[in-house]
């Protein structure tokens, strides 16, 4: 039960190829976003689509992962965690960021690359 008190899941498109970084340590890093689409009708009957996007942040193997297989426009499932963090930018402004640390992948597009 414990695996439930923090869990995300989503399916959902990727807005840009994912940003990967090698950091000194030997760790690799890959930063990219997703969106998600919630699909309603309105009252008067309209089909109504609302977009969300989603910060997403994986470590290690799984953003060597991302780095070789996720494109701008990929349709993946993904498993990982909640984080909230906050910082203060250059006029020194407190600002918040949630974002989704992501642990799993899977690919629901057949990936477009040269193999």
């Known amino acids: ?42 009252t008067k009957g309209d089909k109504i689509t609302e977009t969300q996007w989603h910060r997403i942040v994986a470590w290690g193997g799984t953003a060597e992962f991302a780095e070789k297989y996720l494109r701008k426009g990929t349709h ?6 909640l984080t909230h963090s ?12 949630t974002e989704v640390i992501a642990n799993e992948f899977v690919l ?3 990936p477009d690359l040269p193999f």
């Open 76 to 81: 993946i499932a993904l498993n990982g965690k």
């Open 1 to 42: 039960m414990n695996s439930l008190r923090n869990s995300v899941k989503l399916i959902g498109h990727l807005g840009a190829d994912p940003e990967i970084k090698k950091l000194e340590n030997g760790k690799t890093v890959a930063n990219f976003s997703v969106a998600t689409n919630d699909v309603y009708k309105n």
């Open 86 to 97: 906050s910082f203060e930018d250059k006029e020194g402004v407190k600002r918040y960021k």
């Open 108 to 110: 629901l597009t057949k």
